[in-house]
């Protein structure tokens, strides 16, 4: 596997919704530089696996196809980034409280459109259960996984929920599942110890300023 590839493995899905963690397969927009994850179409199939979006068996059938039209697999790795900037968008503006742009929805629509009508339901475990009807072989299946989860979230009252993370240049969406709805960070280990190093910095910072200006005066 290359560093990239394992890049994506070490990947931390904190986002509590599979649309979430998919707009968190970047930071440090506008310029993502070393942490863009998805550089190929082999890296969002990678990035399914991980994310449960797809089965081990799905993303070799999928790799498999990808590798014999690569032109076309190219082409839903431009899709697959588009959708994700423009979920993004859409997920961050609710989380300050803003609307979305229309832009952005008519591309959001477009992928759940084309994603429900590979959906049937199907007999399952004595009961009925979603498929995706002839999409074996479909290199959009994990698109179509993504706008699924991102219909139902903002459709939902969870969408209330969806905050995006303080930390310094970190624009990670997460669900917020604390009891008074406080969490201000998309995973305590980083961008939360990140914080607290930077303001003890900063009261060191001003502690050393005054006294050095108490021994001047």
Not at 128 to 140: H, I, N, P, S, Y
């Amino acid at each position: 596997m290359s560093d990239a590839k394992g890049q994506i493995q070490r990947l931390k899905l904190v986002g509590g919704a599979l649309c979430l963690d998919f707009a968190n397969t970047t930071g440090w927009r506008p310029d993502p530089g070393d942490e863009e994850y998805l550089r190929d179409y082999e890296d969002v199939v990678v990035w399914a696996a991980l994310a449960g979006a797809a089965s081990e068996t799905e993303a070799r059938r999928l790799l498999r196809r990808a590798k014999s039209d690569p032109e076309r697999a190219r082409a839903v790795h431009a899709r697959a980034v588009a959708l994700r900037e423009a979920l993004y968008r859409i997920l961050s503006a609710s989380a300050a409280g803003h609307l979305a742009g229309s832009r952005d929805i008519d591309a959001v629509n477009q992928v759940v459109h084309d994603a429900y009508r590979h959906l049937c339901i199907a007999p399952h475990d004595g009961g009925f259960a979603w498929e995706w009807d002839g999409a074996r072989d479909a290199l959009e299946l994990p698109l179509w996984k993504v706008a699924r989860s991102a219909a139902d979230l903002l459709v939902s009252s969870e969408l209330r929920r969806v905050r995006e993370c303080s930390g310094h240049r970190c624009d990670w969406l997460f669900l917020d599942a604390s009891r008074n709805r406080s969490r201000r960070w998309c995973d305590m280990a980083n961008c939360g110890n990140r914080a607290k190093a930077r303001r003890n910095y900063e009261r060191r910072r001003e502690i050393t300023a005054r006294v050095g200006e108490a021994r001047g005066a």
